[in-house]
């Protein structure tokens, strides 16, 4: 049994983002075709951005739709990944527990707050053990995988592969990065964001707990960071 650390590698992102943005966000306000538009653009980056943010500012958010990201991730705990489907406009390629046997030993994810504490991790590694004597006497026992499946603690680590367009991720950085959101979680979304603002740094100021974006905090039990919005 293995604790296991989180992985997140951007798989895709296009190219050209600044250059579709860009052309999404003149088509929308100029008498030339989309076409024409893209067959002339401009190679001036502070031109594009200036426009760009001036459309996001309004709250035309189809034009950065067109925007599709792709990441791996792996050691994410299946507690994350129930929390990360939730999310609308996302596409999502997962290890299935139907399929993949476990083998041996079953690879986890502890929470902070009982790895802190000895004596709580040392409980908590007897329970991920006995568990995976368990599955594996169900499994050797003729039990199916999809059957077996059914003890597997939230604490077991998956896999998955994940699109969503730009829209989306600024929506997922303004709800996930929030403090009130589930450390792993944070975490897993703090890294997708890393690796985009590597390639587009100007998408930081986007990628944010949405505090920052309201200029408050609209949380019933706000973390102190902003205030709220009656206070």
């Given at each position: 049994?293995?604790?296991?650390?989180?992985?997140?590698?951007?798989?895709?992102?296009?190219?050209?983002?600044?250059?579709?943005?860009?052309?999404?966000?003149?088509?929308?306000?100029?008498?030339?075709?989309?076409i024409e538009?893209?067959?002339?653009?401009?190679?001036?980056?502070?031109?594009?951005?200036?426009?760009?943010?001036?459309?996001?500012?309004?709250?035309?958010?189809?034009?950065?739709?067109?925007?599709?990201?792709?990441?791996?991730?792996?050691?994410?705990?299946?507690?994350?990944?129930?929390?990360?489907?939730?999310?609308?406009?996302?596409?999502?390629?997962?290890?299935?527990?139907?399929?993949?046997?476990?083998?041996?030993?079953?690879?986890?994810?502890?929470?902070?707050?009982?790895?802190?504490?000895?004596?709580?991790?040392?409980?908590?590694?007897?329970?991920?053990?006995?568990?995976?004597?368990?599955?594996?006497?169900?499994?050797?026992?003729?039990?199916?995988?999809?059957?077996?499946?059914?003890i597997l603690?939230?604490?077991?680590?998956?896999?998955?592969?994940?699109?969503?367009?730009?829209?989306?991720?600024?929506?997922?950085?303004n709800l996930?990065?929030?403090?009130?959101?589930?450390?792993?979680?944070?975490?897993?979304?703090?890294?997708?964001?890393?690796?985009?603002?590597?390639?587009?740094?100007?998408?930081?100021?986007?990628?944010?707990?949405?505090?920052?974006?309201?200029?408050?905090?609209?949380?019933?039990?706000?973390?102190?960071?902003?205030?709220?919005?009656?206070?």
């Amino acid at each position: 049994m293995a604790k296991k650390n989180l992985e997140v590698k951007l798989i895709s992102i296009p190219n050209n983002l600044l250059d579709v943005i860009y052309t999404a966000c003149r088509t929308c306000y100029s008498a030339d075709g989309a076409i024409e538009i893209i067959n002339t653009i401009t190679n001036d980056s502070e031109k594009k951005l200036s426009l760009i943010s001036k459309v996001i500012s309004s709250g035309h958010y189809s034009t950065i739709e067109h925007i599709q990201v792709t990441f791996a991730i792996n050691n994410i705990s299946r507690a994350a990944t129930h929390q990360l489907v939730r999310h609308r406009h996302m596409s999502f390629s997962q290890k299935s527990q139907r399929y993949v046997k476990e083998k041996g030993e079953i690879d986890y994810i502890i929470p902070p707050a009982i790895e802190s504490n000895p004596e709580l991790y040392k409980k908590f590694q007897k329970h991920m053990q006995d568990t995976a004597n368990l599955y594996q006497f169900f499994i050797q026992n003729g039990v199916k995988n999809e059957d077996a499946r059914s003890i597997l603690p939230n604490a077991t680590t998956s896999s998955m592969v994940v699109s969503l367009n730009l829209r989306e991720l600024i929506h997922l950085a303004n709800l996930r990065l929030c403090t009130r959101a589930q450390l792993e979680i944070r975490m897993v979304v703090k890294k997708m964001c890393a690796l985009i603002e590597e390639k587009e740094p100007w998408l930081a100021s986007y990628l944010v707990p949405k505090c920052e974006k309201l200029g408050y905090c609209n949380e019933d039990n706000s973390c102190g960071r902003m205030k709220t919005k009656n206070g």
